[in-house]
């Protein structure tokens, strides 16, 4: 994967616009960040997703992702090392980084591929 390959995917999504955030590229659906290149370096690029989404692509390709150091990555924040990377392992943490930043009314309308799960809430 290239830095103009995550870049094409992430525009690719709706409503999303590229800004900068602490230098380096980012990637936002309606003002939230989901995504950013080029952090800690060209090399590599970040998809926000929950502790448990990060877990799963962590199991599922240890060469492409691995948690951001420090409390960003035990939230979640994820590293995607670009190189390693292809469009079929990208896309989906890609979707999911942007359904978790996206309103619910957005990721709806976008249809099932891109719909966050509905939290359980435990009633008693």
């Known amino acids: 994967m290239t830095l103009d390959g995550f ?5 690719g999504l709706p409503e999303v616009t590229e800004e900068a955030h602490m230098g380096h590229p980012d990637f936002r659906v309606r003002g939230k960040i989901f995504a950013t290149l080029c952090a800690p370096s060209a090399e590599w690029g970040m998809v926000k997703l929950t502790p448990e989404q990060q877990d799963a692509f962590v199991d599922s390709a240890p060469a ?3 948690p951001v150091k420090g409390g960003w990555g035990r939230g979640g924040a994820t590293n995607v090392r670009l190189r390693a990377a292809t469009a079929r392992i990208l896309r989906p943490a890609l979707m999911t980084a942007w359904s978790n930043a996206a309103p619910r009314s957005l990721t709806a309308a976008a249809g099932p591929s891109t719909r966050r799960p509905s939290r359980s809430r435990n009633r008693q």
């Open 64 to 66: 492409v992702f691995t």
């Open 7 to 11: 870049r094409r995917m992430a525009l």
